[in-house]
């Protein structure tokens, strides 16, 4: 049973053919390739937990190849050795510059590369046991806020029969209860939303659902419930946005999301009395939107 993939590139067939047998006795999978072009298609072809790569190739150089593999969210976790006849500093501080993970100088003893490949296997090893670590926690948390949300709908439910008179007249001291109880709720609401999405981030499945939106219509969205808690807060909320602003491409539920964590923040943390102001204008790359308060601020 192989213990792992290794890629090997170098221009020299002699160096590519040493490294392979020794690897090959190790038990490892090796492939090469010839350059760094040639290692690039390789590496995307058959996805190796290492990569052996001398510095100078004709072409693309170990440096330039090391780029682009890191820059492959599917190849950035391979761990990197680059080989090289160059033992200058700055030649070395180019290579980790790259993103490389390790560096061996040209001529090097093969029973230390073998060390060294063992290591990076292990590291390797490690990264996939991590991986599915967090893959079966992102899971569980998806499962937890659903199950969640169930409940909390169920009270926000009552609680808004309540508040609507569907279920009688209530005094003065029974609707600031329900009404404190709907707050909260809308809260755990918000704060099981941002768990999801902190997860869908984490796991990259995020998905924007682009369409022509104006942003005056998002803000208004927000703009009742708030002019309400403002005035309960004796907090002067303050719109300058002009109602000829184009429609450009957004995913409205998203950003109603930033405005409504952004307005949220700023009424948190201003004082009564204070002012709130929201803004939207033309700029050259698109609409600036911004939320400005006169709370303590973050360094």
Not at 214 to 235: F, G, N, P, R
Request: with cysteine; proline share 3%.
């Amino acid at each position: 049973m192989s213990k792992g993939k290794v890629l090997v590139i170098d221009d020299q067939q002699s160096i590519r053919k040493l490294v392979s047998m020794h690897l090959g006795k190790a038990e490892y999978d090796v492939t090469t390739a010839v350059d760094g072009i040639d290692g690039l298609a390789k590496a995307q072809e058959v996805m190796p937990d290492v990569i052996i790569s001398d510095l100078m190739m004709p072409g693309m150089d170990g440096i330039e190849l090391c780029k682009h593999l890191k820059a492959n969210p599917k190849l950035r976790e391979s761990f990197f050795i680059m080989l090289t006849a160059k033992s200058h500093t700055e030649d070395k501080i180019k290579g980790f510059g790259s993103g490389a993970d390790d560096y061996m100088t040209k001529p090097f003893n093969h029973q230390e590369l073998l060390a060294r490949v063992h290591s990076a296997m292990r590291i390797r090893n490690l990264q996939k046991e991590l991986s599915k670590v967090s893959e079966l926690k992102d899971e569980f948390l998806g499962i937890a806020a659903h199950d969640m949300r169930t409940p909390l709908t169920v009270i926000k439910g009552w609680s808004d029969l309540f508040t609507e008179g569907m279920l009688g007249d209530l005094n003065s001291e029974q609707s600031e209860a329900i009404e404190s109880i709907s707050q909260q709720v809308r809260t755990m609401l918000e704060l099981i939303n941002d768990l999801l999405d902190v997860t869908k981030i984490e796991s990259g499945k995020v998905q924007l659902n682009l369409g022509k939106h104006k942003i005056q219509d998002v803000i208004d969205q927000h703009w009742k419930s708030y002019s309400l808690l403002a005035t309960k807060k004796a907090i002067t909320l303050h719109k300058e946005v002009h109602d000829d602003l184009p429609e450009i491409p957004l995913d409205k539920e998203r950003i109603s999301q930033v405005l409504n964590n952004l307005l949220s923040n700023a009424f948190k943390f201003s004082p009564r009395g204070s002012l709130i102001t929201v803004s939207a204008e033309l700029c050259k790359d698109g609409i600036k939107v911004a939320v400005m308060d006169t709370g303590v601020g973050i360094p």
